[in-house]
Nanobody
Framework: QEQLRESGGGSVQPGGSLRLSCAAS????????IGWFRQAPGKEREGVAS????????YYADFVKERFSISLDDAENMVYLQMDNLKPEDTAMYFC????????????????????????WGQGTQVTVSS
């Protein structure tokens, strides 16, 4: 049965770390992508990071590069988002999403980057960064 279930959110001080987990059973087929998105109060949902299951191609939004890291354990159907050096502006509800890859080129699969192109979503986990 397909499901996306996030965990690992919480409250942390600026500069701290959190590791989010996404149980992604049913979505780790080779032609799929799994991504992390976030939505702060009053703001639109935005992409944070994504990984293609078939080739592990990675995408990071500019505002999280060198701070966040996405990884996939396809044996366990788990996707992780390691978040380091957290900032108050990272405060948001974080969602795991899944969907088919945008396209394949040679041996690589590439993911969509826009929220509207991801059809399957989890319920979210709250991340709060505050002193």
């Amino acid at each position: 049965q397909e499901q996306l279930r996030e965990s690992g959110g919480g409250s942390v001080q600026p500069g701290g770390s959190l590791r989010l987990s996404c149980a992604a059973s049913g979505y780790t087929d080779r032609q799929n992508c799994i991504g992390w998105f976030r939505q702060a109060p009053g703001k639109e949902r935005e992409g944070v990071a994504s990984i293609s299951v078939g080739s592990s191609n990675l995408y990071y939004a500019d505002f999280v590069k060198e701070r966040f890291s996405i990884s996939l354990d396809d044996a366990e159907n788990m996707v992780y988002l390691q978040m380091d050096n957290l900032k108050p502006e990272d405060t948001a509800m974080y969602f795991c999403a899944a969907g088919p890859a945008a396209f394949q080129f040679a041996e690589n699969w590439y993911c969509f980057t826009e929220t509207k192109d991801w059809p399957y979503w989890g319920q979210g986990t709250q991340v709060t960064v505050s002193s």
